[in-house]
């Protein structure tokens, strides 16, 4: 067995046990593991979306109970690129969670390539913007407010390199999915149809049936339409 695939066997194993015991501690909110984490399929694909994309890369808002995180990580030990790098956007980890998921990165051997940001992504990924960072892909599931999603999809789309991946959790909620159909009617962003095929349905609060996790293309060469150009959401 390679390195690689040690590292890789190491962080499915973390997250078969998170997915069947949960994690070592959570808040105290009555379901509130099962409430906030994504569910270990959507996890699965979004792995499987992440290596057959080759990514070496990707920033991650949210990290709650690292379920998602674990499945970056995975896929990144997976494609086993010259420079991984997980940078990971949470401002609660330690304050609300008592840094339960970072803890599970940890005992997965994923803190040699992840970067735990305490900072609201408002300040943090214009902070990654300002160094430099060029991710290939980036996995979207902080705030839920419109205007929050709004700006965080702002930022990546400069973060993400052109032709990249964004992919938001949660698109069935009102909120999160307006936020990006501004992005897709007017820059470009293409849906990648089958990314997140046969996935269960979930209702949002106003009764409308929508798919839970939607994947975003970039467009290749990027460009800024005119103002005149403005399709409405």
Known sequence: MTYTDDRATRVREVRRRLAQEGPP????????????????????????????????????????????????????????????????????????YSNAGWDLLRSAGLDSIATLMLAPSSIALPRLLTEGFVADAAFVDGSHRFHEVFVDLYYLRKIVRPGGLIVIDDDWWPSVHTAGQYYERNLGWTVIPDAFSGETIGVGPHGKQGARCKAYRLPAPSFEPFFEDFRAF
């Not at 593991?33 to 994309?53: A, G, H, I, N, W």
């Not at 990290?63 to 995180?69: D, E, P, R």
């Not at 991984?84 to 609660?92: A, L, N, Q, S, T």
């Open 25 to 96: 501690r959570t808040r105290d909110q009555e379901g509130d593991f099962e409430t906030v984490t994504v569910p270990e399929k959507y996890c699965d694909q979004l792995r499987d979306l992440m290596v057959s994309e080759g990514a070496e890369k990707v920033v991650e808002v949210g990290l709650a109970y690292a379920s998602s995180a674990l499945a970056i990580g995975e896929a990144l030990a997976t494609v086993n690129r010259p420079l991984p790098r997980h940078v990971i956007i949470d401002p609660f980890q330690d304050r609300e």
